[in-house]
Each structure stands twice: as structure tokens, then as C-alpha cells.
């Protein structure tokens, strides 16, 4: 058994609770303190460290670094399971490991570069969905100052330690049994003769006046949607639902940010979602046409190697998954990694049900989750059936309610199979996100010092020259929008050691630029092939006086530092 298997959690065919994947995590960095090193990016009110795993060589030695998060959403535990895979698969390719789906110069350039993984962003959210099966769109706290009116509180009613749903028979109801799926509840149609029903949350009614029962929140009995809360075109309610009190109110969506300013070396980031099958790219709030050209034919490579690799689409945010055309969405977290931290970011949406479901495609992706028939919520409850052990669609149970009287309780528990891929899936998604991942990180650049040349000019006078050249698919500057960002600063080089002219002991030779152009950018077309001149190198010359040692380093806090040492007889 290999070392990692050895310490294998089990993340690849089960969703771990909160001290499974601490121990994960814990496991990788004891077992190798040099590859790996686990920090807490901060402590949730429920008292959970949200962590964060470093991957690398020289951890303390800054170099161009990838990020992969998940879990901000607490149903959504598959990203979790998934950033846990891309880590595991980076600490093999150190160990010397294959990797099914990494080439050998993919993981060469893998093993250059630092991974960040936050496997879990809201540990208390995911927490509570797993041990109690209750809906929480992020965090479970509501912490409005607000709270006189009636809500629902979402809680196990029947003993039976979930919180699930509950239905009561309502001649006002919007739902009726199917026909052909007993227990399954479909839309209301005029011909359907009843018994109706109303859904409600598994529950109680807080501040009820005894009759006027509250709509139930799509953010559940939470006030915050931690996608709402990054500080990147934030907006305040109403104008953006879940918003928080302010950007980066939550201190989850905090430790993040404070985390990403503290890393200007990010250029890739992957956001992980469920559910869809989909990946999201910029722009969220802007047409393809006002996008850098480069970052766009960036983007298209992503597409091609997704549709390869995992079979998902990938969609523009503006185009194709706005909830209301013309009104995007505001403070989230891929913009926020993209516009304002300068790194190649995109969401996965994880598992394809509608594909596995045989649901029909639409003109926008996002419609894919609400134009629903009554035929296709048929259709998604018989692939429960057949193809997830009925994990779904659960039977109803009589019980009396406190508040309502009479109700049924269970009926509908969505968590595995329909939010996330059934157990038995979970392997072959991990396999192909992280094969993908590992293409895009391979875009890293790559800062390299050539052979100098040492010319005598005098008695202990010598002219060093050197190249200077970046052999990344990316520019130093990461995409070509993130060039104007003022942080993202130009290569500089420091000379050290021996006597050295002032002038030739720091200097800045600018930005190199990268051999990568994506796809569909010119390159490619072979009645006009052309490539540009020596954008991707640089020389250096410098007199020094006296025998021995010296250190050229060349550093940005894009890239990193790389030096070399050359020796002066």
C-alpha cells in the first residue's frame, strides 16, 4: 500500500463530516511536514477551524501558486470531496505517484508551483446538513436585527433526527400526488382532481400569529449567502438577496479574502459548486465583448479540455446563468478571485444530474433548473429509483405538528443524488475535476535563469551576463487583465554579493510574457503562422569586482523569487 493510501479518509466514495476531514487534512501534513503544511484561516462561531492545506516545495520561498475552495454552500459537500482529491493528487505527483489523467510535463510543472486547498469554507453549514439533513443555503446563523417576524425555523419535528420537508393537504395547495410516482409531489394542473398539498419545511413557525403561515426563504432560516458576500461589486439587500451586513461581514467570507490579499501569487482559482454539470466563467456582469481578448481565448481552452475531460459546458455568467436576464449578481466570489485578485477563476457547478436524468437541454443553462415539467419530475424521481437506492424520494409519515395539526413529514431528502452525486459516483467526479484542474494549474509561469557568460574585463573585473526567460504558459502578470491591477508588480533583479556597480544592483526589466495563447486566439491558423519576437526573455548585465559568490535573484509578488548562484574566479 502506498504511503497515501495508507492514509486515505475515504473522501473519494463518502462526504466527510467535520473531525473525518480535519484528520485528513491532519494526516497529510503530519505525515509529510516538507509537502505540506495545514494553517486555520480563522474560527467559525460554532468554533470550527476553517483550513486551509498548503502543497509545495519550500513553503516558506513564495512561488506562483494555484487555489482551489469548496463547500461555501453547505448542501454542497461534493466540492469538498473534490478539492480533497486535487490535493491528494498534487502531494502524489511530489511523492512520485502516477496520477490517472496528469501527463508527465503536466505534473512537472504541477510539482513548481504552491496549491492552496480550503476543502471547506463553511464548516458549521455543512456540519449542520449532514448530522441534521436541514437545508442551509451557507452559514446557520441569522444574525438580523430583525427577527419580530414570523419565519420558519427549520428543525427535526418527528424524532427522527432529520429535518427534511413536510406536506399538508391544503385545497389551496400548489402540489398534487402523481399519478404515476406514489409519494412523489408534481405541479398543480386545472384537471387534477386532488387531494392538494402544501410543502413546508421541516419545522416550526417562529413569532406565528396562529394562522398566517410565512413563506418559506430560499436562504432558509439564514440571513447570509457567503456568494453574496465578497467585496467585489457587492450590494447591499434588497438590491442583492443574502448580501450580508456589509462586504465580507461573515468570517468566513473574510478569512478568504484576507487569505487571497496575503497571496498576490494566485493565478488560478477554482470555485467549487454543486449542482448542474456546468463550469461558470467571467464575465458576471458584462457581455463577452467587454472582456480582455486574451482572458476570453483562455477561457475557450478551458472549454475544450472540460468538455473532454468531464463531459460539462461551459457557460458564460452573464450569458448563460443570470436568475433574471439583465440583473447579475452581486459580491460573489469568482469575481472577486478574477477582478480583483487578477487569477484565472471559474465555478464548477458539480454533477450532472439533468444529463444523468435525460432532462432536456435549454437555450441558457440556468433555466435547466427551473423549467421543470411535470414529465421531468417524474423522470428525475424514477433515475432515484433506478439509479440512487430511492435515496431521494423517501415515504411520507403521519404526524402532528404543534402549530399546523395534521401533517406528513420526510417525503423529499435531497442531499445524495440530487445536490450531490449518489456515494458511488463520487470517485469518477473527483478523477476528472481533478484532471482538469491539474491542466489549468499547468498554465503556471515560469521564471528561469539561463547560463551566464563571464567575461574578463580587467584584473578581478568581470561582465556576467545572463538570461532572463519565462517558460510558463502564462505571462508573469498571470491574464491579461490582471496586468493594470496596481499591486501586480513587474519582475525586478537584485544582485548580491561582491562588489557591484549601484545601478547594477536592483533593477526592473517588466513583465515577461508567456508562450500560451489559448484558443481560437490566431495562432493556429496555418496560412498565416507567426510568432511574436523576445517577449518571453530578457538579459542582464552587470560588472563585478573581486572573486567568489554572487546571487542574481530575480522576484515579483506575482512569481515568486528564483536566484542562482555563480561563482567568480
Given at each position: 500500500m502506498s504511503t497515501l493510501a495508507s492514509l486515505h479518509r475515504g473522501f473519494r466514495a463518502d462526504y466527510l463530516d467535520y473531525d473525518t476531514l480535519t484528520a485528513q487534512l491532519r494526516a497529510w501534513a503530519d505525515a509529510h511536514p516538507t509537502?505540506?503544511?495545514?494553517?486555520?484561516?480563522?474560527?467559525?462561531?460554532?468554533?470550527?477551524?476553517?483550513?486551509?492545506?498548503?502543497?509545495?516545495?519550500?513553503?516558506?520561498?513564495?512561488?506562483?501558486?494555484?487555489?482551489?475552495?469548496?463547500?461555501?454552500?453547505?448542501?454542497?459537500?461534493?466540492?469538498?470531496?473534490?478539492?480533497?482529491a486535487i490535493a491528494e493528487d498534487v502531494l502524489a505527483l511530489h511523492l512520485g505517484e502516477p496520477v490517472d489523467g496528469i501527463s508527465p510535463k503536466v505534473a512537472e510543472v504541477l510539482r513548481a508551483i504552491h496549491l492552496h486547498v480550503v476543502p471547506r469554507i463553511s464548516p458549521d453549514g455543512a456540519e449542520a446538513v449532514l448530522k441534521t439533513g436541514r437545508y442551509v443555503r451557507s452559514v446557520p446563523r441569522d444574525l438580523r436585527p430583525n427577527q419580530e417576524h414570523a419565519r420558519w425555523i427549520c428543525e427535526?419535528?418527528?424524532?427522527?433526527?432529520?429535518?427534511?420537508v413536510m406536506r399538508q393537504q391544503d385545497p389551496t395547495g400548489e402540489y398534487v400526488e402523481s399519478t404515476e410516482f406514489p409519494g412523489l409531489l408534481v405541479p398543480r394542473e386545472l384537471d387534477d382532481e386532488g387531494p392538494f398539498y402544501k410543502i413546508y419545511p421541516e419545522g416550526r413557525v417562529e413569532n406565528w400569529d396562529g394562522f398566517t403561515i410565512p413563506d418559506p426563504y430560499f436562504l432558509s432560516d439564514n440571513d447570509t449567502d457567503l456568494n453574496?458576500?465578497?467585496?467585489?461589486?457587492?450590494?447591499?439587500?434588497?438590491?442583492?438577496?443574502?448580501?450580508?451586513?456589509?462586504?465580507?461581514?461573515e468570517p468566513e467570507t473574510r478569512a478568504v479574502v484576507e487569505a487571497a490579499m496575503a497571496r498576490p501569487n494566485l493565478f488560478a482559482w477554482l470555485n467549487l459548486h454543486t449542482f448542474?454539470?456546468?463550469?461558470?466563467?467571467?464575465?458576471?456582469?458584462?457581455?463577452d465583448a467587454k472582456m480582455a481578448p486574451g482572458d476570453l481565448a483562455l477561457f475557450r481552452q478551458l472549454e475544450q479540455w472540460a468538455t473532454e475531460l468531464t463531459g460539462y459546458p461551459t457557460v458564460s455568467g452573464f450569458h448563460q446563468f443570470l436568475y433574471e436576464p439583465d440583473k447579475p449578481l452581486h459580491g460573489d466570489l469568482s469575481d472577486f478571485a478574477y477582478h480583483q485578485r487578477g487569477a484565472f477563476a471559474w465555478v464548477c457547478e458539480l454533477w450532472d444530474l439533468f444529463e444523468q436524468a435525460g432532462l432536456?437541454?435549454?437555450?441558457?443553462?440556468?433555466?435547466?433548473?427551473?423549467?421543470?415539467?411535470?414529465?421531468?419530475?417524474?423522470?428525475?424521481?424514477?433515475?432515484?429509483?433506478?439509479?440512487?437506492?430511492?435515496?431521494?424520494?423517501?415515504?411520507?409519515?403521519?404526524?402532528?405538528?404543534?402549530?399546523?395539526?395534521?401533517?406528513?413529514?420526510?417525503?423529499?431528502?435531497?442531499?445524495?443524488?440530487f445536490w450531490n452525486p449518489p456515494r458511488d459516483r463520487l470517485a469518477e467526479v473527483c478523477r476528472a475535476q481533478s484532471a482538469l484542474f491539474a491542466r489549468v494549474a499547468a498554465w503556471s509561469p515560469r521564471v528561469v535563469l539561463?547560463?551566464?557568460?563571464?567575461?574578463?574585463?580587467?584584473?578581478?573585473?568581470?561582465?556576467?551576463?545572463?538570461?532572463?526567460?519565462?517558460?510558463?504558459?502564462?505571462?508573469?502578470?498571470?491574464?491579461?487583465?490582471?496586468?493594470?491591477?496596481?499591486?501586480?508588480?513587474?519582475?525586478?533583479?537584485?544582485?548580491?554579493?561582491?562588489?557591484v556597480d549601484a545601478a547594477d544592483r536592483k533593477r526592473t526589466i517588466g513583465h515577461l510574457e508567456g508562450w500560451g495563447r489559448g484558443r481560437w486566439s490566431g495562432g493556429s491558423a496555418l496560412y498565416f503562422q507567426r510568432s511574436r519576437g523576445s517577449v518571453s526573455r530578457a538579459r542582464v548585465s552587470f560588472v563585478v569586482r573581486g572573486q567568489g559568490d554572487v546571487t542574481v535573484r530575480v522576484r515579483?509578488?506575482?512569481?515568486?523569487?528564483?536566484?542562482?548562484?555563480?561563482?567568480?574566479?
Open positions: 509537502l505540506c503544511r495545514l494553517e486555520s484561516l480563522g474560527r467559525t462561531p460554532e468554533g470550527r477551524e476553517i483550513w486551509i492545506l498548503s502543497v509545495g516545495l519550500e513553503l516558506d520561498r513564495p512561488r506562483p501558486a494555484a487555489w482551489v475552495d469548496g463547500n461555501m454552500h453547505a448542501s454542497e459537500v461534493c466540492g469538498s470531496s473534490v478539492a480533497l427535526d419535528v418527528d424524532g427522527d433526527g432529520l429535518a427534511l453574496r458576500n465578497f467585496p467585489y461589486h457587492w450590494a447591499p439587500e434588497p438590491q442583492q438577496a443574502g448580501a450580508g451586513r456589509y462586504a465580507g461581514s448542474g454539470g456546468v463550469l461558470i466563467r467571467p464575465l458576471g456582469a458584462a457581455p432536456p437541454k435549454r437555450d441558457r443553462f440556468v433555466d435547466r433548473y427551473s423549467h421543470l415539467d411535470r414529465e421531468h419530475v417524474v423522470q428525475l424521481a424514477k433515475w432515484d429509483r433506478d439509479h440512487n437506492q430511492s435515496a431521494v424520494i423517501r415515504p411520507w409519515k403521519k404526524h402532528v405538528h404543534p402549530q399546523l395539526g395534521e401533517v406528513e413529514v420526510g417525503g423529499l431528502d435531497p442531499r445524495f443524488g539561463g547560463e551566464p557568460t563571464i567575461t574578463p574585463l580587467a584584473e578581478g573585473v568581470h561582465r556576467v551576463e545572463l538570461e532572463v526567460a519565462n517558460h510558463g504558459y502564462l505571462a508573469t502578470y498571470g491574464i491579461d487583465s490582471a496586468k493594470a491591477l496596481p499591486w501586480n508588480e513587474p519582475l525586478h533583479v537584485e544582485v548580491e554579493g561582491l562588489e515579483s509578488c506575482r512569481v515568486g523569487t528564483t536566484e542562482r548562484t555563480i561563482r567568480i574566479d
